[in-house]
T-cell receptor, first 113, second 111 residues
Framework: QQQVKQSPQSLIVQKGGISIINCAYE??????FPWYQQFPGKGPALLIA?????SEKKEGRFTISFNKSAKQFSLHIMDSQPGDSATYFC????????????FGAGTTVTVRA | KAGVTQTPRYLIKTRGQQVTLSCSPI?????VSWYQQTPGQGLQFLFE???????NKGNFPGRFSGRQFSNSRSEMNVSTLELGDSALYLC??????????FGEGSRLTVL
């Protein structure tokens, strides 16, 4: 069973636009929420991560918003660029060095120039 | 610094055979995890090794096994292959801070 539900499955955004990907979880034991970016033919790479004691974390054009009461978190990609075209996965685990991550199904983002 | 290296990158097997996949972690990383990636099930955790000990295991049948050597290199084995084992098998190493560094994977096709 999918412990982390991710939506949408895919999205298309114009260059300079905002991409928003949403994830929801049920397991309240989850305490670490990373996002991974994967390009075709490559393995996933860590993009940004957040803990539940923080409601928002920003790194460059990437922002995670976290709503603990709703058990939801989202990734915002600001000023989207063609190089951002990739598949994005949200994930969750019980703590940061628990490598048993539960991944969402992934969102394929296409940025049109 | 070299990244995570997985071999072989591609392989084709037939049902009933077994396969061994190899992973060399980033130098200094002692934790190695394995994930299976398929279009239908997505990324699923197989197991994690640290200092030659399996610390965690996912919900896969006993046909899936792994081990880690004293130099942190790891192997995973799948016995009695089934068609549904066709997947990209990803190895990831970590320096212990929670961040996973993935290799490019071994793509297994079972005919």
């Amino acid at each position: 069973q999918q412990q982390v539900k991710q939506s949408p499955q895919s999205l298309i955004v114009q260059k300079g636009g905002i991409s928003i990907i949403n994830c929801a979880y049920e397991n309240t034991a989850f305490d670490y929420f990373p996002w991974y970016q994967q390009f075709p033919g490559k393995g996933p790479a860590l993009l940004i991560a957040i803990r539940p004691d923080v409601s928002e974390k920003k790194e460059g054009r990437f922002t995670i918003s976290f709503n603990k009461s709703a058990k939801q978190f989202s990734l915002h990609i600001m000023d989207s660029q063609p190089g951002d075209s990739a598949t994005y996965f949200c994930a969750a685990s019980r703590y940061s060095n628990d490598y048993k991550l539960s991944f969402g199904a992934g969102t394929t983002v296409t940025v049109r120039a | 610094k070299a990244g995570v290296t997985q071999t072989p990158r591609y392989l084709i097997k037939t049902r009933g055979q077994q396969v061994t996949l190899s992973c060399s972690p980033i130098s200094g990383h002692r934790s190695v995890s394995w994930y299976q990636q398929t279009p239908g099930q997505g990324l699923q955790f197989l197991f994690e090794y640290f200092s030659e000990t399996q610390r965690n295991k996912g919900n896969f049948p006993g046909r899936f096994s792994g081990r880690q050597f004293s130099n942190s290199r790891s192997e995973m084995n799948v016995s009695t292959l089934e068609l549904g084992d066709s997947a990209l098998y990803l190895c990831a190493s970590s320096p212990g801070n929670g961040e996973l560094f993935f290799g490019e994977g071994s793509r297994l096709t079972v005919l």
